[in-house]
């Protein structure tokens, strides 16, 4: 299943990124909606989509050798967390409704 960088921010997933280089393991939040503005929201989010996107800026900078970025993807655990909260809400709108 392809996954889209407007996928990804309907999830509300949090993406860092991350230098391959151990001496340096620049890590940097991803802001997706800056992605999208970049690249369009139909630009795949997995990591083969990713991968040759990015290089870091600060090996980069110091003249270090490209290594492939990788990804660390956070699922919205405080938004599942309010769905789970407000389910029985929900449930109870569903059972008056057929009854
Ligand atoms: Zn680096």
Redesign the pocket.
């Known amino acids: 299943m392809k996954k889209t960088l407007a996928d990804t921010l309907a999830a509300r997933e949090i993406v860092y990124v991350n ?3 151990p ?4 890590s940097t939040k991803l802001d997706i909606q800056a992605l999208i503005d970049r690249l369009g929201p139909d630009h795949g989010s997995m990591y083969q989509d990713l991968v040759g996107v990015f290089a ?5 900078g ?1 003249g ?1 050798e490209r ?1 492939p ?1 990788f990804f660390t993807f956070v699922p919205d655990y405080q938004g599942h967390d309010e769905a789970r909260v407000s389910k029985p809400t929900f449930e109870q709108t569903l059972n008056a409704t057929e009854h």
């Open positions: 230098c391959g280089l001496i340096c393991c620049k870091c800026s600060n090996c980069k110091a270090r290594r970025m």
